[in-house]
Structure formats: structure tokens, C-alpha cells
């Protein structure tokens, strides 16, 4: 794969979308075989095609349930294909190509550095090698945690493969599960008041969603947080913030029915998982319409960059948030802990804000007139998608074709990025602005 995807190729955003594409469609070709299936039978090309973009795009929006309706060979094929997407189609292709002992040229670790949203191209060898270990060991260990659980519900072998199968899907922040035989589309429900299931799963989430580049400042320098990149601050602090704030406002507005313990377990859950996850432990459609908004929100904005997570990413939204501060206090630049942000990052930052808005809304517009179904229900199915969550308020499954073709490119832009959509598209375009003239332009 790594000379398929190179070959003729100089653009590494190409590379990356290229890559994408063909695991989606030889995955989708997989789920096709009527060996994939419990019955035995066939599956449609396009039902085949949104389980395979859903599980490579990391997103776990489901037209069939991943439970009753996928053999193990079926499950097999899903679980492989959300590992290759939460590591990255590159990186994984690129991991090959260094087991093999192949030498990796400049272009090809400049893919991968644009693959994994590293700073710079030296190291990337090393840093993938870091990557690969870090899934391993911490999907390892979240089985492991996992087990004893499944083992006294399922058994030994069985308990086994969900204790994996739903670390995987968690780390990657998939929402891929394997509960549908105890009530279809079920998700976790059944352990809201399992802290095990509940809080491994949640952390498994938080780890995988805050980035690879994040970890490896965590592993070199400790708790000397002055010496971690201005990123890795600011993803930590973004990401504390969108866990504490939403599980206050559920702990107290949204499940106070149920005992405090259960409450604060399905709470800080409900938190943690819009975050490009997909996996709830509470019923979504009870929830009301302000909770399910917020929940909206929070599957817009997402995971980190360089993360198994999807979504507008945490930077954008800290970056945003800090140049309007800055326009506030009339400041020229906005500022992190002491360093100054680009102006180039700024407006990178509200064009992606800009096409993410854009694609939600439309995307939630056009479903809502063809399915006449409540603008909000499908809004939120948008968000879901295009965030690469996976939670749903239970209508993915019965939609047409043309709503189910709308979720796939949703989630296929939402998984790849807008950005390198459009310099993958560009790339051989050359700007001019600064032959120009110059004229000021007032907004706001």
C-alpha cells in the first residue's frame, strides 16, 4: 500500500485522502461477502460502503446493528478497519513500510508529518514507532480492565473479544459496541451503573482524543508543564474545560432522577463521549432539547489534532476563542500562555469553523426536508457525523439512500479534514493575492 499511495503522487494531502479511500472501498467490498453477515447473505453495496466509511472515519453511526447483524468475521473486519482509521490509513502504511525495513524518503515522512499534524519532519520515524506502541499498550490495558467484567457476563473467549473489541472502538473513539444482542442500538446502557465499564471507557476516550504529540510531551517531560508545546497546554486545558462544565449542567439538569452515584457516572460519560466517541450509556432521547444541544456542540468541536478523534478539533476552537479576546482587549495577535498565535493559524482556524458550520447545517437542512423529519433530530445526526461520533437519536438506520449518502461524506470530510481537502485540492495552485492591490475592509 505504501507504493500504491505514493506512486505518481507528490501532494501528500492526496496521499492521505487517496489512502482513505481505498481501505473505505476494500472494506466495503469486505462487508459485502455474505460470510460478514449472521445469515449469510449479502449486503448491499451502499450499506456496505457507510459501515466501512463509519468504521474508518472512526464515527459508529450504524445502519445495521454491529451486534445481531455482523458474523465475527463481519466484526473482525469492522474492528481492523476502526484501527486502521484511529491510527491513520499513513501511519499504519507507513508502519509496514518501517517493519519491512524499507527506507522512507523525504516525501513520504512528510505525508506522514501532515498525516499525524507533527511540527516537523524530523523524528517522524520515531514518533510513529511511539504512536503504534502507545495503542498497543493502552488498548491492552483498557481490555485488561475491561475483562474481568465481560468474563463474569460472557465468558472466557467471548468476554475476551468484547474486553478488546470495546477497548479498541473506545481508544480510537469509534463507538463501534457489541451490545445489540441484549436491545438493538442499546449501546453501554446496560453499565451505567458499572464505574468499571463507565470510567475505563471513559478515559480510554479522553487518552485516545487528546493526541499522540500530547502524550509524548506528558512522557518526556512530566508534570514540568513549562516545558510542554503551547499546544499540548492548550489541549489540556480545552479538554478539562469541556469535560468539567458538561458534567456539571447533566449531574444537575439532566439525570437527577437517579441515585448520586449513577448520576455522576452517567454525567461525566455523557460528557466525555460527544467528544467524537459515539458510545452513551443513557437514553439520548429522553434527554431535553437543551442537553441534546449541547450535546450537538460538543460533537462539532471534538477531538484533538493528531488524535484518533475527528471533528473542528479543540485548537480551533481555543484559537477562535482567543482572537476574539484579543479583539477585545485590542490586541494585534491572540496569545497562549505567554506566546503569540500566527495570524495564518487564525484564519485557518475560521475556515475550518466556517465549512464545518456550513456542511452541518445544510447537511441537517436537506435530510430534514427529505425525510420530513425535525430539523434539531437531524441536525444532530449531522453533527454526529461530521464530528465522527457516532451518537444517535435513533433515525441513521431508517433513512434513504440520499440522507445515508449525505452521512458518508459527511463523515468522510469530518475524519479527513477540511483543510486537506481543499490543499489537496489546490495544490497545484499558486496564489497571487500579494500582487494585489491593498484596500481595508471593515467587518463585524
Known amino acids: ?11 501528500p494531502f492526496r496521499v ?8 473505505i472501498l476494500m472494506g466495503s467490498f469486505l462487508l459485502m461477502l455474505p460470510v460478514s453477515t449472521q445469515e449469510g447473505t449479502s449486503t448491499s453495496f451502499l450499506d456496505a460502503l457507510f459501515t466501512s466509511t463509519s468504521a474508518v472515519c472512526v464515527t459508529g453511526l450504524v445502519i445495521h446493528d454491529t451486534a445481531t447483524y455482523w458474523s465475527n468475521f463481519g466484526q473482525f473486519i469492522i474492528i481492523l478497519l476502526i484501527q486502521i482509521g484511529g491510527l491513520g490509513v499513513v501511519t499504519v502504511a507507513g508502519a509496514f513500510a518501517i517493519l519491512s525495513g524499507r527506507k522512507i524518503g523525504l516525501m513520504q515522512r512528510s505525508t506522514m508529518q501532515e498525516a499525524i499534524a507533527a511540527p ?12 503504534l506502541k502507545t495503542a498497543l499498550i493502552v488498548e ?22 468484547y474486553a478488546l473489541f470495546h477497548s479498541i472502538s473506545a481508544f480510537c473513539n469509534a463507538g463501534f459496541d457489541l451490545m445489540g444482542m441484549k436491545a438493538p442500538f442499546s449501546s453501554l446502557t446496560d453499565y451505567a451503573r458499572n464505574p468499571i465499564v463507565s470510567l475505563v471507557i471513559a478515559l480510554l476516550i479522553v487518552v485516545g482524543g487528546i493526541g499522540f504529540l500530547t502524550w509524548e510531551d506528558i512522557r518526556t517531560n512530566r508534570l514540568n508543564l513549562r516545558k510542554y508545546r503551547m499546544q499540548s497546554k492548550v489541549i489540556l486545558t480545552v479538554t478539562g474545560i469541556l ?24 454525567s461525566i460519560f455523557q460528557a466525555v463521549t460527544p467528544r467524537t466517541a459515539g458510545f452513551n450509556t443513557a437514553d439520548l432521547t429522553a434527554m431535553s432539547e437543551t ?7 460538543l460533537m462539532l468541536i471534538g477531538g484533538s489534532p493528531g488524535s484518533t478523534a475527528g471533528g473542528m478539533k479543540t485548537t480551533t476552537l481555543a484559537v477562535l476563542l482567543a482572537s476574539a479576546f484579543a479583539v477585545f482587549r485590542r ?17 485557518q482556524a475560521a475556515t475550518i469553523m466556517m465549512m464545518y458550520l456550513i456542511l452541518f447545517l445544510t447537511g441537517g437542512l436537506i435530510i430534514s426536508r427529505l425525510e420530513n423529519l425535525p430539523v434539531l433530530t437531524c441536525l444532530f445526526e449531522t453533527a454526529s457525523a461530521i464530528g465522527t461520533v457516532g451518537l444517535s437519536l435513533g433515525i441513521t438506520p431508517q433513512l434513504g439512500w440520499i440522507s445515508h449518502l449525505i452521512l458518508i461524506v459527511l463523515m468522510f470530510f469530518g475524519r479527513v479534514g477540511g483543510l486537506t481537502l ?23
Not at 16 to 23: K, S
Not at 291 to 296: H, K, N, R, V
Not at 424 to 444: F, Y
Open 243 to 266: 469535560i468539567l462544565l458538561p458534567t456539571i449542567y447533566f449531574f444537575f439538569f439532566e439525570f437527577e432522577d437517579a441515585p448520586i452515584g449513577e448520576r455522576f457516572l452517567v
Open 331 to 347: 490586541r494585534e495577535n491572540p496569545h497562549f500562555f505567554n506566546r503569540r498565535v500566527p495570524n495564518e493559524t487564525v484564519t
Open 120 to 131: 516537523n519532519v524530523g523524528g517522524i520515524v520515531r514518533l510513529t514507532q511511539f504512536i
Open 422 to 444: 481543499i490543499f489537496a485540492a489546490l495544490s497545484n495552485i499558486q496564489g497571487n493575492s500579494a500582487r494585489l492591490p491593498q484596500e481595508r475592509i471593515t467587518v463585524g
Open 140 to 161: 491492552l490495558l483498557g481490555a485488561a480492565l475491561l475483562f474481568p467484567v465481560f468474563y463474569q457476563e460472557f465468558g472466557l473467549i467471548k468476554g475476551a473479544w
Open 16 to 23: 492521505i485522502i487517496l489512502g482513505f479511500f481505498l481501505v
Open 291 to 297: 442537553g441534546q444541544s449541547m450535546i450537538t456542540i
Open 1 to 11: 500500500m505504501w507504493q500504491l499511495l505514493h506512486k505518481n503522487n507528490k501532494s
